[in-house]
Nanobody, 124 residues
Framework: QVQLVESGGGLVQAGDSLRLSCAAS????????MGWFRQAPGKEREFVAT????????DYPGSVKGRFTISRDNAKNTVYLQMNSLKPEDTAVYYC?????????????????WGQGTQVTVSS
């Protein structure tokens, strides 16, 4: 089992930056593909970013590409999401997830472990 705990969310203004952290316990994250997802009220959970085990590959949807950066520190068992130039439409609960697989994925169903989420609110 992998336990994931997100932190770093909050209320910011449009154009501001935030860095989310996801700390893992139970198992080392070295062997897991990691992802960030978000869910706004009344909407489905959507893909935000993913990173391979060795940080060689990262993927983002067009809505955040160029503004968000995912990174990981396997020594600290932690994954990060740096979010810049935040927009009101980025408002959501952000979730960290771990995938025991070979390839990165944007599918919610491909991830095995999930954190409880951290709220990000961007005011205009």
């Amino acid at each position: 089992q992998v336990q994931l705990v997100e932190s770093g969310g909050g209320l910011v203004q449009a154009g501001d930056s935030l860095r989310l952290s996801c700390a893992a316990s139970g198992r080392t994250l070295n062997n897991y593909i990691m992802g960030w997802f978000r869910q706004a009220p009344g909407k489905e959970r959507e893909f935000v970013a993913t990173i391979s085990q060795g940080s060689i590959r990262t993927d983002y949807p067009g809505s955040v590409k160029g503004r968000f950066t995912i990174s990981r520190d396997n020594a600290k068992n932690t994954v990060y999401l740096q979010m810049n130039s935040l927009k009101p439409e980025d408002t959501a609960v952000y979730y960290c997830a771990a995938r025991a697989g070979v390839y990165t994925s944007f599918r919610v169903s491909d991830y095995n472990y999930w954190g409880q989420g951290t709220q990000v609110t961007v005011s205009s």
